[in-house]
DNA sequence: GCCCAGATGTTATAACATATCAATAGCACT
DNA sequence: AGTGCTATTGATATGTTATAACATCTGGGC
């Protein structure tokens, strides 16, 4: 059952289940504990496909027994962040599963900001412009947040013609 | 007397002096209207040089009778990032003045997760990877968030040698 | 003077995030 | 099995950022 991701369809639950066998691949080879909170927030993230806030995570957790308070989507957040199967959209103050679980990348987002859908890409900022003008400034960067706002195919305005 | 402005020295004063003049300027040109508290604003931020959060500024407000509550300076803020004169630091959840007031430009930021220094630079991210990415996704860029976290020259380590 | 739009004053609350400390579970070592 | 260490979880409280909602005021066109 296809269903919108990125913008584009695929084959979704294999999209999910792919994602989560390589989670545990490489929990088991980093030595990492993907408790059942921990996996089932990827889950979750995965499943639904777009950016979802700490507290959105949390009804989902907490309407299936695995917790009630904040701390415990907050905790489950910053392992999947550290852990690289998911991103915080600085933008929205969300997070979302990363869409290249594995692969090693620098995240950029498409943000809709009518339907709050993200579409995640890959950018070198560092290797432009950017990494110009902080190697000018004698500045290091260690991480580069870039984000994109605007409106998915979907959200159009029909117009034109 | 000179004070660190965006890991460089300058003079200060006459800096927020330019940039109120352009505000005054700008706003007198666009019909827009530069109240006390929003003049305030920009100057408490030009005058701070770093990224404030929305209740840091209202503390300098309060403190000076301009208002005590949350929406003063969110309204500030939102009448000073609309009119270009400020942006928000989606990274940090706090707001500076813009460094290139006056100027038509596509702002980008280097932080320093060290001190919270904030140094203002130029991008044009849409034209890139990301743009192309973008158009191949047929979405279409409004806004975009470039901002890089690391060490400004003040706080790298001493180090090697 | 009247009206309207924009700006402010004020109260309350929503939304996002972390500090702290106690209890527990997994693991290495003996 | 027992000991000690560390990561994880449970639970309570609090801190921080942001907006909703509604009343009031102010300035400029008519
Ligand atoms: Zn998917
Ligand atoms: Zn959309
Ligand atoms: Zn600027
Ligand atoms: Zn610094």
Redesign the pocket.
Known sequence: MPRTIGFAKHDHDDCVQTALARADMHCANAG??L????RRSLEILLAEHRAL????LLAHLSAEG???????A???L??LVRAGFAH?IEA????IACAHLGVNHTPAFLICRSCRSVAETDTAPAQGRLGDAAKAAGFTIERTVVEAEGLCPACQPESAS
Chains 1, 2 share one sequence.
């Open positions: 990492l504990r408790t059942p909170v921990r806030g700490a507290y959105d695995l917790g009630a308070q904040p701390p415990v907050y905790r489950a910053d392992f915080k929205l103050n969300a997070y």
